[in-house]
T-cell receptor, first 114, second 113 residues
């Protein structure tokens, strides 16, 4: 069975600090997808990134970066120079290939204080 | 604009009543999903449908029912058999081609009167 663990329930940082959100996953599949979603107070989930299991290259998009390590089954998310607008709940998720349901972690609530 | 529309935004259910949550998409996506979110919890799968007229139960399907008569629509009925329906319900859809990026609606918050 697939499982996603986000051990950090809540994190508070002061604006401009860097913050890393941890994600550890379990799967028996050799091919799979990993995702990060952001849920702002409005409630809608916003897609941030998808990674497939064959692509271990780290990715950077503006202030966001992702570190995928198959050896430790981790897919961590770092926000550099955090801003108040980054305050949200962030979810890590896992799926098989194809149009299949996502398995979500319980989320990490990030609060960025001005 | 293309997207996923969930309605209503807020819904109240009386004891013993069935209620239906609407989910419509104009993205031409084949697959659609219903997830339930409880406070401090991740999202849990209720039902999903990969094509019209076909759907599969998720982890917490008891007390819920769905239909998929049209590609654009995937309504969820919360039946009286669901004893703890208070939650935030999110509908999603994903494009064909196997990338499995799911796009979500704004959600429906269901409460019991």
């Amino acid at each position: 069975a697939q499982k996603v663990t986000q051990a950090q329930t809540e994190i508070s940082v002061v604006e401009k600090e860097d913050v890393t959100l941890d994600c550890v996953y379990e799967t028996r599949d050799t091919t799979y997808y990993l995702f990060w979603y952001k849920q702002p107070p409005s409630g809608e989930l916003v897609f941030l990134i998808r990674r497939n299991s064959f692509d271990e290259q780290n990715e950077i998009s503006g202030r966001y970066s992702w570190n995928f390590q198959k050896s430790t089954s981790s897919f961590n998310f770092t926000i550099t120079a955090s801003q108040v607008v980054d305050s949200a709940v962030y979810f890590c998720a896992l799926s098989e290939t194809g149009n299949t349901p996502l398995v979500f972690g319980k989320g990490t609530r990030l609060s960025v204080i001005a | 604009d293309g997207g996923i529309t969930q309605s209503p935004k807020y819904l109240f259910r009386k004891e013993g009543q069935n209620v239906t949550l609407s989910c419509e998409q104009n993205l031409n996506h084949d697959a659609m999903y219903w997830y339930r979110q409880d406070p401090g919890q991740g999202l849990r799968l209720i039902y999903y449908s990969q094509i019209v007229n076909d759907f599969q139960k998720g982890d917490i399907a008891e007390g819920y029912s769905v239909s998929r008569e049209k590609k654009e629509s995937f309504p969820l009925t919360v039946t009286s058999a669901q004893k703890n329906p208070t939650a935030f319900y999110l509908c999603a859809s994903s494009m064909p081609g196997g990338e499995n990026i799911q796009y979500f609606g704004a959600g429906t918050r269901l409460s019991v009167l």
